[in-house]
């Protein structure tokens, strides 16, 4: 059974960074994309960024594009996401999810299968 666990997550001030990862194991060789999705309290999941099973092809939401870096370090078997600049609006509750197939579909949250137990991630002004 496959299985994803966020860390990296605390409190920072708005312009700081801050580097999430998500430890996956398990049997993955089926999995196409690792996604990173974020909640605040009281609104929807919504998406961020993913990244293909082998690390080729990256999409970030157009709220973080140019701020977050998505990538996979086969050696810790992690995808990571890099957060700099980091504005009060980021702070939310993140989570790491895996997804059998690749493609636009992958903004939804219904793509995914498989979800960490997120991390909490607090900017402050």
Do not use: H
């Amino acid at each position: 059974q496959v299985q994803l666990v966020e860390s990296g997550g605390g409190l920072v001030q708005a312009g700081d960074s801050l580097r999430l990862s998500c430890v996956v194991s398990g049997r993955t060789f089926s999995w196409n994309a690792v996604g990173w999705f974020r909640q605040a309290p009281g609104k929807e999941r919504e998406f961020v960024s993913a990244i293909s099973w082998s690390g080729g092809s990256t999409y970030y939401a157009d709220s973080v594009k140019g701020r977050f870096t998505i990538s996979r370090d086969n050696a810790k078997n992690t995808v990571d996401l890099q957060m700099n600049s980091l504005k009060p609006e980021d702070t939310a509750v993140y989570y790491c999810a895996g997804s059998l197939a690749w493609g636009t579909a992958m903004t939804r949250r219904e793509f995914y299968g498989s979800w960490g137990q997120g991390t909490q991630v607090t900017v402050s002004s």
